[in-house]
């Protein structure tokens, strides 16, 4: 075996240190497939008070300061908990040690210094990706995410020498877009301010220093990474993802089945697999006490789990909530988000008590009975980079109706007659997102779902799928060498 490759993960979340979304699961599952290949991958993360609340105290590697951070940084490197994988702190506690989440208040505001606070980070990890930081270690590969590390790729442009740059994008929907003045209030390089750089329509774009400076753009789903060339889904980055499209190239997120499997999941009341089914009633039993269901065991129950915005439709939901029980459907809604839309789905649970439940709060543990209990599981999102919820529902037998885009296009084999005969059929797809077309979706998983033995051979079928992090770190780890020009 050669040596092994060295690669730094720059992130601004990591379960389970810190998360709001996909983003800190990747983080963590990735880079610990990355690792089981044999790969010296190592995660370079801010040092929020929040992180280092869960942490034992780490080793001090350096303190300095960098351009354009009038405030004293340190280095901190410690292990991931419970994993054998080094981590980077950048320590600047006039930025991370504050309460709060990683971006914003708990009340949901940005934090206004939200430029100062990635800038900062991103210089930091340029720095150690060039070896100036740690005498005992410099990347071959830097791997940055999201907007919050997209400069990493454009300040290493600048540097005669450097590694080779992965971006990947989670959700083109948060880019990093700041009023012009922020381009120099960071000082940043000056080259740097320019339409085929920073520049975007006048305004100062963070995404942009991946999308331009790395030599590899990854998204997380195939289908994601052909919408976000057009209009429709590229919020004016398309013309750029047109133009980079050579390089660009979509690797579906795994998920972690350690955490994820009926078979042992600690949060539920009976465990159960594909060759054996009959613990998930028990599971629907006790689903349907938890959010006091009534009516004929047997009828079907379908859930929701999501941030309530725009994004995952749950409004979809809503409007064809009175068709959809007139069906006899059951419904339970886990989520917090939008205020209006927290109201909404209030009114839909007091207006059909016994038959339409939510929690409006954030649950791991309601959501893994949810996931475990339900027959249905409901993601109409518009759009949806990959997606998670899907790939859990499908190994929990918890048959997925999808609307087709994105991950959840390439995870979700809807049922025909062919794909029933074939035996290939997971769940249920349906497109445009408009509620006529999630009710019609519904009404074919409802026709089906009385024919238990082919409803449970959907299930089975579901059940058997294998999206785990070793094959998507396999494609990661095939690109790092192809930007390596191996
Ligand atoms: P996104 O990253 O856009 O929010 P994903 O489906 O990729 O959507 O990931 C969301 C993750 O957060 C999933 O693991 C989902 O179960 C979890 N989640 C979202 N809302 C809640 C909630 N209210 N309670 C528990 N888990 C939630």
């Known amino acids: 075996?050669?040596?092994?490759?060295?690669?730094?993960?720059?992130?601004?979340?990591?379960?389970?240190?810190?998360?709001?979304?996909?983003l800190a699961d990747v983080a963590q599952?990735?880079?610990?497939?990355?690792?089981?290949?044999?790969?010296?991958?190592?995660?370079?993360?801010?040092?929020?008070?929040?992180v280092l609340d869960k942490l034992a105290p780490p080793h001090q590697l350096a303190q300095f300061h960098i351009e354009g951070c009038r405030f004293p940084v340190r280095l901190l490197l410690t292990r991931l908990p419970g994993e054998d994988l080094p981590l980077y702190l950048v320590d600047?506690?006039?930025?991370?040690?504050?309460?709060?989440?990683?971006?914003?208040?708990?009340?949901?505001?940005?934090?206004?210094?939200n430029p100062a606070r990635f800038a900062a980070f991103c210089r930091v990890c340029a720095a150690l990706a060039q070896g100036r930081l740690d005498p005992d270690w410099q990347p071959e590969v830097v791997h940055s995410n999201d907007w919050q590390t997209a400069l990493v790729p454009a300040l290493l442009a600048l540097e005669p020498r450097r590694p080779a740059c992965v971006f990947t994008i989670h959700n083109l929907a948060y880019q990093g877009r700041f009023p012009a003045e922020t381009f120099s209030r960071?000082?940043?390089?000056?080259?740097?301010?320019?339409?085929?750089?920073?520049?975007?329509?006048?305004?100062?774009?963070?995404?942009?220093?991946?999308?331009?400076?790395?030599?590899?753009?990854?998204t997380v789903s195939p289908t994601y990474a052909q919408e976000i060339q057009t209009p429709q889904f590229g919020y004016g980055l398309d013309p750029i993802l047109r133009w980079r499209r050579e390089r660009l190239v979509g690797i579906l997120n795994g998920v972690d089945y350690r955490q994820w499997d009926p078979r042992r999941d600690p949060f539920i009341p009976a465990h159960y697999g594909p060759d054996d089914l009959s613990g998930k009633a028990k599971d629907k039993a006790a689903l349907c006490r938890q959010f006091h269901l009534e009516g004929d065991p047997e009828s079907p129950v379908a859930a929701f789990i999501g941030r309530l915005v725009e994004q995952k439709g749950v409004d979809l939901i809503l409007d064809a909530l009175p068709t959809l029980l007139e069906a006899g459907l059951r419904l339970v809604i886990l989520g917090t988000g939008d205020a209006g839309l927290e109201q909404r789905v209030r009114r839909a649970a007091e207006a059909h008590p016994g038959r339409v439940a939510a929690h409006l709060g954030y649950s791991e543990p309601l959501a893994h009975l949810m996931e475990a209990?339900?027959?249905?599981?409901?993601?109409?999102?518009?759009?949806e980079p990959c997606g998670l919820n899907q790939i859990y529902s499908l190994r929990y037998g918890t048959v997925p109706v999808v609307h087709?885009?994105?991950?959840?296009?390439?995870?979700?084999?809807?049922?025909?007659?062919?794909?029933?005969?074939?035996?290939?059929?997971?769940?249920?797809q349906f497109h445009p997102a408009t509620p006529e077309a999630l009710i019609e979706a519904v009404s074919r998983a409802l026709i089906l779902y009385p024919h238990r033995q082919r409803w449970q051979t959907l299930m089975q079928q579901g059940m058997r799928q294998d999206f785990s992090w070793q094959r998507a770190a396999a494609h990661y780890l095939a690109l790092y060498r192809r930007a390596l020009g191996g």
């Not at 040690?97 to 210094?113: I, K, L």
């Not at 390089?189 to 331009?212: H, M, R």
């Not at 209990?373 to 759009?383: K, N, Q, Y």
Request: glycine share 14%; proline share 7%.
């Open 373 to 383: 209990g339900a027959d249905l599981f409901l993601m109409p999102s518009r759009f």
């Open 186 to 218: 960071l000082a940043l390089p000056a080259p740097l301010w320019a339409p085929d750089g920073l520049e975007f329509y006048g305004d100062l774009s963070f995404i942009k220093g991946g999308l331009l400076f790395a030599d590899w753009l990854t």
């Open 1 to 22: 075996m050669g040596r092994a490759l060295k690669i730094l993960f720059t992130t601004s979340e990591l379960y389970p240190l810190v998360k709001t979304g996909g």
């Open 92 to 113: 600047i506690p006039e930025y991370f040690d504050r309460v709060g989440g990683p971006y914003g208040t708990a009340e949901g505001d940005d934090w206004p210094d």
């Open 29 to 50: 599952g990735l880079t610990e497939a990355l690792h089981e290949l044999g790969t010296d991958v190592r995660l370079c993360l801010p040092a929020y008070r929040s």
């Open 404 to 428: 087709r885009t994105g991950g959840l296009a390439d995870s979700v084999v809807d049922a025909t007659e062919a794909t029933l005969a074939h035996g290939s059929a997971t769940g249920f």
